[in-house]
């Protein structure tokens, strides 16, 4: 017999509040066990929110008691083998829907491989959570297409890839701040004729209107850049 889903988490959630206590605040490995625990309250949450109506109090209660029967019992008012049997059924029902996979993960210190683990299996990781909402809207309208196999969408992938939010911001990570803070007061500011040629031409090219080179030739033309 499965131990109750219930039961494990409450166990794991010991083990890694435990863990994190033990590691030094700032530490990788304290970073690390932190976002465990993040993911992990996570599933806590979406456990006890998985019953409904007088199953979801028993849940509650069940929990509140450490997962003890007989303290949980002495707060509600059914039988045990009522109470085991709820239970039961809403440990299966966890076990259905989120396997053990993302415990596992928790409890290996993968809160990267947990987190995707527990979002896939709850429906709950969109493509707009990953990629800008704008840029979504120029994507295809999603489809399957029995012809055409993963291996052969490897370009396509490292597009998605680069759209990420994450992607940008390593982007963003990997160029001067300040350089990248001057454009954007360009782009975005008003000014005297030199600066204002300079913004129509920088929009030009991030519009697709120019070519870098062409750009910077033609300021360099108007003697706006050295």
């Known amino acids: 017999m499965k131990t109750s889903y219930f039961k494990r988490l409450m166990v794991l959630s010991n083990t890694i509040s435990e863990r994190v206590s033990i590691e030094k605040e700032g530490t990788k490995e304290y970073n690390r066990w932190f976002e465990c625990q993040r993911v992990l309250s996570s599933v806590i949450k979406y456990a006890l ?23 949980a019992l002495e707060r509600l008012d059914v039988s045990y083998e009522v109470l085991r049997a709820c239970l039961a059924r809403a440990s299966r029902k966890l ?17 990267v491989d947990a987190h995707i683990e527990f979002m896939v299996k709850t429906g709950q990781l969109l493509l707009d959570d ?37 992607s940008l911001k390593q982007s963003i990570q990997n160029v001067n701040p300040n350089k990248l803070a001057h454009l954007l ?24 209107k120019d070519e870098l080179k062409q750009t910077m030739n033609d300021l360099k033309v108007k003697n706006l850049i050295q």
């Open 49 to 71: 929110n998985s019953g409904k109506g007088s199953l979801n109090t028993k849940i509650t209660v069940f929990w509140e008691c450490g997962c003890d029967y007989t303290e």
């Open 95 to 111: 076990y259905n829907e989120l396997g053990v996979n993302v415990l596992d993960f928790i409890s290996d210190g993968k809160p």
């Open 130 to 166: 990953v990629i800008p909402t704008e840029v979504v809207s120029l994507l295809p309208v999603p489809a399957f297409h029995s012809i055409i196999n993963i291996e052969e969408c490897t370009e396509e992938l490292k597009l998605l890839k680069a759209l990420t939010l994450v």
């Open 185 to 208: 007061a360009i782009l975005g500011g008003d000014g005297d004729y030199s600066s204002i040629v300079v913004k129509k031409k920088l929009w030009g090219y991030l519009i697709g």
